[in-house]
């Protein structure tokens, strides 16, 4: 996908002021006159698909605030229009998000709520039926740094496994490459593992969940630019109440659920997903607004491991879970924890 970023747009919501203030707790700030929405043309990005396509988002946040979704394909391009400036609230990947929690010094964006549980695999050719079987061979994913990429790095450095090359390469001319035999496998997001799987002849080697405690992972969060939050926590909140009432949905008809996605992947890449790639990538995630917190240290050691860093990034202070807490106990639901980590 084309990295599609928008011009800085002027403005008090806009500017660079490097506020450490905080207005979400008091509710203080002022609506924005636009917010800029980041996110995936992917299925573990399906909160955000569902609220595009059912007009979640522009009815939370009123007339008065303009909607400007803008699609990326993978976490480090996001990461950099983040902290360019550029977006004020993304769905991101959790390892593209701690990194730009760590480049900023912990200053420029906070994690808000969680989005997507799961739907994470390593595909492979059929004759491959173990990780050494893997030695020498090419296995694929979305980008050097994202939250595949170091999942991949670090099972291979797990496994103890030398002579595999990875490739990191847009999702789509993944499938193609795996479908001319010139890769060996891919560790992706849904729903590009179950087409590799459907339309490629690809099975599943691992699915990550089984490398976390109860099967849960964080593939997806929402952050936000610190100064946005601070300015405006109204409409951090109303993009909080879409992305719930996204997740209702998904819960309470999840056929229509399925349906706006793919209506929304149909718009932005061209094509739809067919039944069975779509029922199976909702099979292998979960919809949620808990971003998992207590993962997040072992996510950061586990950049170290992959050696994407040398030194695990710190993520004290990196969650700011008030404003989504409000929204879930104005709708009657259980809060979440930040594990200790909205403190410094």
Not at 98 to 118: C, H, P, Q, W, Y
Request: with cysteine; net charge negative.
């Amino acid at each position: 996908m084309a990295l599609a970023l928008l011009a800085v747009v002027t403005g008090c919501s806009r500017a660079d002021s490097g506020s450490d203030s905080s207005s979400a707790a008091t509710g203080t700030g002022t609506p924005a006159t636009e917010v800029r929405l980041a996110y995936f043309p992917n299925v573990t990005h399906a909160s955000a698909l569902i609220g595009l396509d059912k007009g979640y988002f522009t009815q939370e946040l009123g007339s008065g605030t303009k909607l400007t979704p803008t699609k990326f394909n993978a976490g480090p391009d996001e990461v950099s229009a983040l902290l360019g400036g550029s977006v004020d609230i993304g769905f991101i990947g959790s390892g593209p998000a701690i990194n730009a929690f760590s480049k900023s010094d912990g200053e420029t964006v906070r994690l808000i709520s969680g989005a997507t549980s799961g739907g994470a695999q390593l595909v492979v050719k059929p004759e491959i039926n173990t990780p050494q079987d893997l030695q020498g061979k090419t296995i694929a994913d979305p980008q050097a740094g994202n939250t595949q990429d170091v999942s991949l790095k670090k099972w291979i450095s797990d496994q103890k496994l030398t002579g595999v090359n990875v490739q990191n390469e847009d999702n789509s001319v993944t499938l193609d490459q795996f479908k001319k035999g010139a890769i060996a496998g891919a560790w992706l997001p849904e729903p590009w593992s179950s087409r590799l799987v459907s339309e490629a002849g690809a099975k599943v080697l691992v699915d990550e969940k089984s490398l976390w405690p109860n099967g849960q992972f964080p593939t997806t969060v929402i952050v936000v630019r610190k100064q946005f939050l601070d300015e405006h926590p109204q409409t951090v909140q109303a993009v909080l109440k879409a992305v719930l009432d996204s997740n209702n949905l998904a819960a309470s008809d999840p056929a229509e659920a399925k349906a706006a996605v793919n209506r929304q992947l149909k718009s932005l890449t061209g094509s739809a997903l067919s039944q069975p790639v779509l029922d199976s990538s909702f099979k292998n995630i979960e919809l949620t607004t808990d971003p998992i917190a207590s993962t997040f240290p072992q996510l950061a050691q586990d950049q170290v491991t992959a050696g994407i860093v040398k030194t695990a990034p710190k993520v004290n202070g990196f969650f700011d879970l008030t404003s989504l807490n409000a929204v879930l106990t104005q709708a009657g639901k259980p809060t979440v924890s930040a594990a200790g980590l909205d403190k410094k």
